[in-house]
Structures are given as structure tokens and as C-alpha cells.
């Protein structure tokens, strides 16, 4: 098992940038696929990012490509999403994720078995 704990979240103006953090507990980090994400009130929970075990591939929803970066360092059990570029639109709980899978492109939140508590992204305008 893996527990996860997001942070970084926070209020940032349109244009702004934050990075989220998630910390994973267990030895077997290195093991999981992971992915970001995102809730906004009243939507359900969407995908906006993946990455491989290894992290040397990585895969986006189609409104982050070019905005956001997920990566990882295995060292630290630690995932990251860099965001730039922020829009209103962005606003919402985000969770990270992990599957203990070396499965590319998971995207479903139904594909994963483990859950952080999710970090409150506001996007002012």
C-alpha cells in the first residue's frame, strides 16, 4: 500500500504559477504509475496529468499540454505538477494519485486504487 499527501496548493492570480507536491509513503514508490487529478465544484473529478513508474513517459488532458509538467523523483517518493500559465478555469481540488501498475495512459479515476486528500487550487481572475 501507498499513502499520499498532496501540498502547494493555494490562491494565484490568472498568469501565475504553482507546483504541487505529493509525498508518498511505503518503499515501493518506484512501482507505481501516478497521476493529477482535479475537481471544481459541482464537475466531476477529471484527469489532467499521468506519468509512468520509471517517469519516462508522461501524458496530459488536452487543456494543460504546454502549461503543466508532471514529474517525479523516485529518491524523494515524491510527484510534482508544475503549473503555469493559470487560468480561472483551473480552480479546483486537486488529488494525486497511484496505481501499482506499469500501465501506460491511465486516465480513468476508477484505474486507480490509491488517493491523496486533494489540495485546494483558486484561480482569480
Known amino acids: 500500500q501507498v499513502q499520499l499527501v498532496e501540498s502547494g496548493g493555494g490562491l494565484v492570480q490568472a498568469g501565475g504559477s504553482l507546483r504541487l507536491s505529493c509525498a508518498a509513503s511505503?518503499?515501493?514508490?518506484?512501482?507505481?504509475?501516478m497521476g493529477w487529478f482535479r475537481q471544481a465544484p459541482g464537475k466531476e473529478r477529471e484527469f489532467v496529468a499521468g506519468?509512468?513508474?520509471?517517469?519516462?513517459?508522461?501524458y496530459y488532458e488536452d487543456s494543460v499540454k504546454g502549461r503543466f509538467t508532471i514529474s517525479r523523483d523516485n529518491a524523494k517518493n515524491t510527484l510534482y505538477l508544475q503549473m503555469n500559465s493559470l487560468k480561472p478555469e483551473d480552480t479546483g481540488v486537486y488529488y494525486c494519485?497511484?496505481?501499482?501498475?506499469?500501465?501506460?495512459?491511465?486516465?480513468?479515476?476508477?484505474?486507480?486504487?490509491?488517493w491523496g486528500q486533494g489540495t485546494q487550487v483558486t484561480v482569480s481572475s
Open positions: 494519485a497511484a496505481r501499482a501498475s506499469i500501465d501506460y495512459g491511465l486516465r480513468l479515476p476508477s484505474e486507480f486504487d490509491y
Open positions: 511505503g518503499r515501493t514508490f518506484s512501482s507505481y504509475s
Open positions: 506519468i509512468t513508474w520509471s517517469g519516462s513517459s508522461t
